[in-house]
């Protein structure tokens, strides 16, 4: 356990954010073979995952790092009505080609307010709220996400400079506020659908998100219509 680098708001002082790795094991998948070693936030006692490319980074380039937050609904039920799920495979097959990690951060669930509180704010956001809109009337946060466990643990995998995989300029901000440099940022945009494009076009518009919210073809090929289920929280 070891003392993480995150700076205090006045930053001047590094507040300590002790976590813990355990072994290193094999992980083949659908998306090629990777090693996964499991992470204990001692803080908050969430436990993380990281899944990496065993094979370094091309041309000596800063290994591609993926920060993905738990979703259950869409990386596990492959739920339209985000892009989570279709972000979690793209990243894990650049990443097993290019080289780096993918940290999986559990309890971050509706960007930090808990699976209970997503699928009220999905009620809320079927009677016309947007996702900003339904965490307000929650009384919750926009954005509950804590990144300070995730910088710590690339610093303990020897990852200081990285090309961050993420269409957040949010993520950039407070990755080098944990001492993680972000060297590049490259695009994890999947083509949008009839179910999320409300909600893609609110983290574009409210969250500075950078995405050109490209569409997939539906039926005649023309851009889908808005739907009633097209707000997702992650």
């Known amino acids: 356990m070891t003392a993480s680098t995150t700076r205090s708001s006045d930053d001047t002082e590094p507040t300590p954010h002790p976590v813990s790795g355990g072994p290193i094991v094999q992980l083949p998948t659908a998306f090629g073979d990777f090693v996964a070693q499991a992470w204990t936030d001692h803080v908050t006692g969430v436990e993380h995952l990281a ?15 993926r920060l993905h937050s738990e979703c259950l ?20 097959e650049l990443i097993h080609a ?16 808990g699976l209970a509180n997503k699928i009220k704010a999905y009620a809320l956001q079927e009677a016309g709220f947007d996702t900003v809109e339904a965490n307000e009337q929650l009384g919750l946060p926009v ?5 300070s466990a995730a910088g710590q643990i690339l ?13 957040n300029p949010d993520k950039q901000n407070r990755l080098a506020q944990a001492g993680v440099s972000v060297v590049e940022m490259v695009p994890t945009e999947v083509p949008s659908r009839e179910q999320n494009l409300r909600y893609l076009q609110t983290k574009k518009d409210r969250m500075d998100h ?25």
Do not use: W
């Not at 339209?80 to 979690?88: H, I, P, S, T, V």
């Not at 954005?143 to 990144?147: H, M, N």
């Open 155 to 167: 610093a303990e995998m020897g990852l200081h400079e990285v090309r961050l995989l993420s269409n």
């Open 51 to 65: 899944v990496s490319s065993p094979n370094p980074p091309k041309d000596g380039q800063a290994p591609l790092v």
């Open 143 to 147: 954005d509950a996400r804590s990144y």
């Open 73 to 92: 609904t869409g990386d596990v039920f492959g739920s339209y009505r985000c892009d989570c799920g279709e972000q979690l495979a793209f990243a894990l």
């Open 210 to 234: 950078r995405l050109t919210l490209e569409t997939e073809p539906v039926g005649n090929g023309k851009t889908p219509s808005r739907s009633p289920f097209d707000n997702e929280q992650d």
């Open 98 to 113: 290019e080289g780096g990690t993918l940290l999986y951060l559990r309890g971050q669930e509706g960007r930090g307010i």
